[in-house]
């Protein structure tokens, strides 16, 4: 999905008034919806406090329409991811937010078909699944093997287990904003 500058500016604009909506107690104003911002999709968002991680929640697949899962993913990455006191009114004027709009995931038959800094990372074995989003293994200066390394770990799987019988590796890109 290409969303434009207008539609990524309104889905910025709303990630800012959810979160405000919880933070002040005021209303979340409607927003003008387009076809893309209508069409179902997965999205993440990331908040961030003077560069750290401060919370980052959202839906690998899409199950609403993107505006609905931006908002929701707005409110739990702020208030319930569980690594995470919920964000406070003192600290937010210095968080910033990040909108990760995912692509479907496809399934690769060799690790050779990972991009660093161009596909995100879903493994999943039995029970455990564990996601990091594109822009995490270049942030972080990882290779194609730590990128895998940690995505396992996320999983709550051995740090090798993307090399084990029974793990499915799937890639996806996203458009960060």
């Known amino acids: 999905m290409t969303l434009s500058e207008e539609e990524r500016e309104k889905l910025k604009k709303l990630v800012k008034d959810a979160i405000e909506s919880v933070l002040f107690g005021t209303e979340c ?26 919370g980052c929640i959202g839906y690998v697949r899409g199950y609403q329409p993107l505006y609905e899962t931006v908002r929701q993913m707005a409110i739990h990455a702020a208030f319930s991811d569980p690594r995470f006191e919920p964000v406070t009114k003192d600290e937010w004027a210095d968080c910033d937010c ?58 709550g799987l051995p740090k090798d287990a993307w090399k084990s019988k029974g793990v499915n590796i799937y890639i996806f890109s996203a458009d960060v904003f």
Not at 109 to 123: A, M
Request: hydrophobic share 35%; with cysteine.
């Open 29 to 54: 104003p409607p927003v003008e919806l387009t076809g893309p911002l209508e069409e179902k999709c997965g999205a993440f968002v990331t908040i961030k406090n003077r560069g750290s991680l401060r």
């Open 98 to 155: 990040e909108i990760s709009v995912l692509t479907p995931m496809k399934k690769i038959k060799s690790i050779d078909e990972i991009e660093i800094g161009v596909h995100g990372l879903y493994i999943e074995k039995g029970t455990h699944s564990g996601l990091l989003l594109p822009q995490v293994a270049r942030e972080q200066g990882w290779d194609r093997t730590q990128f895998l390394e940690h995505t396992c770990y996320k999983a």
